[in-house]
Nanobody
Framework: RFVESGGDLVQAGGSLSLSCVAS????????MGWYRQAPGKQRELVAR???????SYADSVQGRFTISTNNSGNTLLLQMNSLKPEDTAVYYC?????????WGQGTQVTVSS
């Protein structure tokens, strides 16, 4: 199971850094993603990182969000810059494709205008 943290209330244009760890320690999957779910909307993939391959992003966050891992490989990170009110959502990490039994509680990101 994954545990996300770092969400907060921030003004538009601000930045946040999210973190994700696996309850068992090291991230167990080489293909990981950050997902988000806004109120009344379906959960969507916003960033994906596949080890030794590269990263990809949803069009809505391209150029503003960066997915990475820490040097030890046990934490998945999401750096979010130039935040917009439409980025408001609960953010989750999971494998790609997601493992249904591994969804965590998520972390709330709220961007005020």
């Amino acid at each position: 199971r994954f545990v996300e943290s770092g969400g907060d209330l921030v003004q538009a244009g601000g930045s946040l850094s999210l973190s994700c760890v696996a309850s068992g320690g090291r991230l167990p999957i080489s293909d990981m993603g950050w997902y988000r779910q806004a109120p009344g909307k379906q959960r969507e993939l916003v960033a994906r990182r596949k080890s030794h391959v590269g990263t990809s992003y949803a069009d809505s966050v391209q150029g503003r969000f960066t997915i990475s891992t820490n040097n030890s490989g046990n934490t998945l990170l999401l750096q979010m810059n130039s935040l917009k009110p439409e980025d408001t959502a609960v953010y989750y990490c999971n494998g790609f494709p997601p493992i249904q039994s591994s969804w965590g509680q998520g972390t709330q990101v709220t961007v005020s205008s």
